[in-house]
């Protein structure tokens, strides 16, 4: 018996979500350990910077490269879906907690494209 493919659907929309839970689980925790390093060492604003976008790159990777193992074929769409997912939700969250897009615009772009395009090789290596 085939299965249908609403339920086909569904299953990949429950997927993803976990998926999506799982890489802002690993960016809290890469979060709190940066915060760790920055209260008992002191680190520049430029460190932070650069490790908070490590942190994007890391988590979108992971995305990408989970979703690309467990889709199998055209691995790099299905990367690319889960960062773009992934700048998404963090699109949101950045706009609820700063109450408009100002504290964003600067760096929209560039979150974009590092965000995707670590989902996508994430998801070309899965």
Request: charged content about 10%; overall charge positive; some cysteine.
């Amino acid at each position: 018996m085939k299965a249908s493919p609403r339920s086909n659907r569904n299953s990949c929309v429950i997927f993803y979500l976990k998926c999506l839970l799982f890489s802002y689980i690993l960016t809290v925790g890469l979060l709190l350990f940066l915060a760790l390093f920055l209260y008992r060492f002191g680190l520049t604003e430029k460190t932070v910077s650069v490790a908070i976008i490590f942190i994007y790159i890391a988590a979108s990777l992971f995305a990408g490269f989970v979703s690309g193992r467990k889709m199998g074929s055209r691995k790099f769409l299905w990367g690319l879906l889960a960062g773009v997912l992934y700048f998404t939700i963090l699109l949101c969250v950045s706009l609820v907690i700063e109450q408009g897009a100002a504290g964003i615009s600067g760096n929209l772009v560039t979150v974009f494209f590092i965000c995707s395009g670590s989902g996508m090789l994430g998801g070309m290596l899965g």
